[in-house]
């Protein structure tokens, strides 16, 4: 069980701190337990999710260093490329779903690479394509921010600073 002030991660919402937990008589005729979300990124909304609601899709954000040990093996994770379009968006959205951060980047860099492929001979991504893509950056960017202790917009620079470039060097 979550307490009040964790950070957790809420389906594709975000990061969402807890900021209380209460029962409220008014939405069922029960005495229902309910977690009461802020997302960390829109102050103009709260969310209230049961307590005992196991088809809810929320996670505890991962530890800083988790994140640190997700970045170093940022340059040997698979792209997870489908020829078929329509198949590929489905397990986009589908690993998107799944509140995995290591999913979220293979998305990322799966479609980095691809728009980089394109962009070469005047091509674009899809839309749908930019938008998974954009999702599963925002996504990984909150999360990241928070344990990080930075700003969304620090994330990207502060990953291409300790993401390991040359594994040689090393040896």
Known sequence: MFKVNDYVVYGLTGVCQITDIRRDEHISND???YYVLNPVYDSNMTIMVPVNNQNISMRSIITKDDALSLIAKMPEMESVWINDERQRNANFKAALRSGNNEEWVKIIRTLYLEKEARSAIGKKLTKTEEDIM????????QEFSIVLDISPDEVVPYILEHIPHNKESVN
């Open 31 to 33: 005495e229902t337990q």
């Open 134 to 141: 954009n999702k599963a950056e925002t996504q990984l960017n």
